[in-house]
């Protein structure tokens, strides 16, 4: 069997393009979600990937409904800012797959991802085994750690956790930022069962972070049965805004007061907890450069292009809703007042210029709860006068006009406008709206993603 396929002129080489091998992974498993690690740990095996990490790597692995991005690049920074060398995997990405595999902060190139694929491939034929593309991709990251001998590995779940790939690794540190109702086709739907699965990356005896102030009892069993060292936010650690700049951080042991990043502040507490207890040497110092650089393109991401204000954020689901409301409601106050100041300096502008409002971009997948986002981001007293919507070009997205019928149920269809492409819905927010407004962007990676790429792309009039 692996021989034929080996030579199956269809199947990618060492001077494919990136391009041809992804869409090549996309292709040869049944099914783009099949969750269990039967089939792929003997690929991980075969590769050596599993026995790295657990010889040459100290593994934060983190889990949870929300969160999980912004948790992972702050572990990540810290790590590399306390001169470890440091592995980060996240997923999706918005622009390029590059994104999702990072050592140092920096994508490792189309030419180490190549090399990579080439081998899991040739152990996948020589296992007999077909696996997914997350599968594929993910033991390609893995691989690429490993041969790089990074210090660190800074792990981010797709989905849930106990038969995701990435828990083919056994973390020295977990980290469940939260437990909402997410996928319920696969993971449950209620959040015992969702927590159930997330705890499913403990092993015993290791520490884990909890970011969320109620737990639920299939999590607090699953630490109990691995007699795991559990640090939990309102319990064990907790955290304050200070002011625009800074915030503090307190638990049993320290009191810090440190610079404001660029993420939401209950992602970055949850992420100093793991730091903090963890055997790794990082000091106040790296934790306070590491804060002042960190970014991550998409979450509460705030740009000023084509003359517009834009704020771009995933949030997908009703809690990530509540995560973006959270940091999104200051932010436009602030910004109402920077317009009203702006305005004052000019007589002119303040004659003639709209009130400031808030123009959304928006899209989802379909197996999202569309209808729970959309009434609370319309529910939450913001000045949105228009809604920009159109389908995603993605296989699980939502129509334009089911997106359309939906927001209908809420808002006057006057405010709707809705268009074949997410590229034409980009240009039309630019055109209706004023250099006063606040374009936010949300709804899915996906949307992120192909806006910012029409906007990259510097081909809009």
Not at 414 to 424: G, T, Y
Request: charged share 20%; net charge negative.
């Amino acid at each position: 069997m692996s021989d034929s396929l080996l030579s199956n002129p269809n199947t990618p080489n060492n001077h494919s393009s990136l391009t041809e091998w992804l869409d090549y992974m996309q292709q040869i498993h049944v099914s783009a979600i099949d969750m269990g690690l039967s089939r792929v740990l003997p690929v991980a095996e075969a590769l050596g990937v599993v026995q790295s990490a657990k010889d040459d790597a100290y593994v934060f692995t983190v889990a949870g409904t929300n969160g999980k991005g912004s948790t992972t690049a702050v572990i990540a920074q810290m790590c590399q800012a306390a001169g470890y060398k440091t592995a980060l995997y996240q997923s999706p990405h918005l622009s390029v797959f590059n994104e999702r595999v990072r050592i140092n902060g920096e994508m490792v190139s189309d030419e180490t991802l190549i090399e990579a694929f080439s081998k899991v491939e040739a152990a996948r034929l020589a296992c007999e085994l077909t696996l997914s593309f997350f599968e594929m991709t993910t033991l390609a990251a893995l691989l690429i750690f490993a041969e790089a001998d990074c210090d660190v590995w800074v792990l981010e779940v797709g989905l849930g956790g106990r038969l995701d790939v990435v828990n083919i690794i056994d973390p020295d540190m977990a980290v469940i930022t939260n437990i909402a109702i997410d996928h319920v086709d696969w993971l449950g739907d209620n959040v015992e069962d969702i927590g159930r699965e997330k705890a499913g990356i403990l092993r015993d005896g290791i520490s884990v972070v909890y970011g969320a102030t109620v737990m639920p009892v299939s999590v607090q069993q699953a630490i109990d049965k691995h007699q795991a060292t559990c640090y939990q936010v309102g319990q064990d650690f907790d955290y304050r805004e200070v002011d625009a700049s800074a915030w503090q951080y307190s638990n049993a042991a320290v009191t810090m007061q440190l610079p404001r990043p660029a993420l939401s502040l209950t992602n970055t507490a949850n992420a100093l907890s793991a730091v903090l207890a963890s055997s790794l040497n990082i000091n106040s110092t790296a934790i306070e450069q590491a804060l002042q650089a960190v970014k991550l393109a998409g979450r509460f991401d705030y740009r000023k292009m084509y003359n517009r204000h834009w704020l771009f954020d995933v949030a997908h689901n009703e809690q990530g809703v509540e995560f973006l409301l959270a940091q999104l409601l200051p932010l436009w106050q602030q910004h109402l007042a920077n317009q009203s100041s702006s305005q004052n300096s000019s007589q002119k502008n303040q004659a003639h210029s709209k009130p400031a409002s808030i123009k959304m971009l928006f899209s989802m997948l379909g197996d999202k709860d569309i209808n729970k986002v959309v009434q609370r981001l319309t529910e939450a007293g913001l000045p949105i006068s228009d809604w920009f919507v159109a389908e995603i070009d993605y296989p699980r997205a939502a129509s334009t006009e089911h997106l359309q019928g939906i927001l209908s149920s809420y808002v006057d269809d006057a405010q709707i406008h809705d268009f074949a492409r997410l590229k034409d819905a980009t240009q039309a927010v630019i055109n209706a709206s004023q250099p006063q407004d606040l374009i936010v962007v949300c709804g899915s990676f996906h949307t992120i993603g192909e806006a910012l790429a029409a906007l990259v792309a510097d081909n809009l009039n």
